[in-house]
């Protein structure tokens, strides 16, 4: 009898032990799996970062490539003093600018002439892609420091004189304005 006690403590201590260790292996499965999985969602946001920079860099640079937009570029970086639009090429003074962005007391554009609508239709494409571009921020599709070293520049000139962000309110692009002055930041003078 003690002989089958024996071997019944001595097999019971065996399938403890196996147990055990088969429990241990499992954790320790577990935990490489967990940091196996860990490592997975690091390199997953890492790659997600540089998909969410390289679309903000395609929406700048569809901006600053385009050609209904370069004119408007051009006109605030004071790099040209004529534009071209729509086969017309018109030379454009600050008081061009001046006269084409503002409303008479009815609401209507003082210039309503062919170079007052060159110059509104550049900037209204400017002011579009803008808009596009806040809403892309807003769903955190692409991240504001992405999108901040190469428009910043354009949106400190635009933020300085408040035409442009007058203008951009009165025709509705309320929130291109709004992404002018969070670009432009603080020192806009």
Known sequence: MTDLLHDVTVLDAVQTIAVIAGGFWTLVRWRDAVRQRAQEVR???QELKWKRAKLAW?????IHEAPDIAPALALLD?????????????????DDIAAALHFTSTGEF???TPKGRAIRASLD???????????????????PTDVFAPTRYYAAIMARDRRYLD??????????AQLVE????????
Not at 82 to 90: G, H, K, M, S, V
Not at 125 to 143: F, G
């Open 182 to 189: 969070a670009l432009a930041g603080p020192s806009r003078s």
């Open 167 to 176: 203008y951009a309110h009165r025709i509705g692009y309320t929130r291109a």
């Open 125 to 143: 494409a400017l002011l579009y892609a803008l808009e596009r571009l806040d809403h892309a921020i807003r769903l955190e599709l692409i991240s």
């Open 43 to 45: 390199q997953r946001e």
């Open 110 to 112: 003082e210039d309503v």
């Open 78 to 94: 004071h790099e040209a003093d004529e534009i071209r639009l729509a086969d017309t090429t018109y030379r454009v003074s600050d």
């Open 58 to 62: 395609d929406l700048t640079d569809q």
